[in-house]
């Protein structure tokens, strides 16, 4: 099954690192007529004066065959390889997320955690300004009307560059859980 799963996983990703303003509950991306009216994205970029957009996918290949399970009564089996993807992507979207990370430290920035349309208050419609911003459909990403993305195994997101020193980045510390003792 992980076999399978790897030989359907196409992965490919498009980004751009904008300037940006920060006014009001908004964030404008300058450069392009899109802005967006969220408080809560507003809040996540406070001090920034670029952002990150990425848009990342790992295809219709496994799609495909999830949809090819379903259809053969292969619930169970559809259901593993719809979590593989799920994971796939989710691994995707970090290594473009450090990949711009590395790239904002090298020159100069610090950066916020991701933020996605759909989460907050940013609304889902947004995500169509994302895609086309990015030119997403040069890898094959797009959105259906209901603003959801295609191949579903996709994931969008803005990441903060805030320039050294402007202001401290809240860190998250992860703390490791030993196994219970006998």
């Known amino acids: 099954m992980i076999e399978e799963a790897y030989s359907l996983i196409d992965p490919k990703a498009a980004y751009g690192i904008f300037d940006v303003g920060i006014k009001a509950g908004a964030v404008k991306f300058r450069g392009t007529k899109f802005s967006v009216k969220s408080r809560a994205l507003a809040d996540r970029l406070k001090g920034a004066d670029k952002a990150a957009l990425f848009v990342c996918t790992i295809g219709r290949g496994l799609a495909d065959a999830v949809d090819k399970y379903v259809t053969k ?41 991701r933020f996605s349309p759909g989460y907050g208050d940013w609304t889902i419609f947004d995500q169509v300004k994302v895609l086309k911003i990015l030119g997403s459909g040069r890898i094959g990403v797009k959105t259906t009307k209901t603003c959801i993305m295609v191949p579903e195994k996709s994931v969008s997101a803005c990441i903060g560059l805030i320039k050294k020193g402007q202001r401290p980045i809240r860190k998250v510390y992860e703390k490791s859980i030993s196994p219970l003792k006998k």
């Open 73 to 113: 009564g292969e619930i169970a089996r559809a259901t593993v390889l719809d979590a593989a993807g799920s994971e796939a992507v989710e691994a995707l979207a970090d290594q473009i997320d450090n990949m711009i990370k590395a790239k904002a430290r090298a020159e100069g920035y610090a950066a916020t955690a």
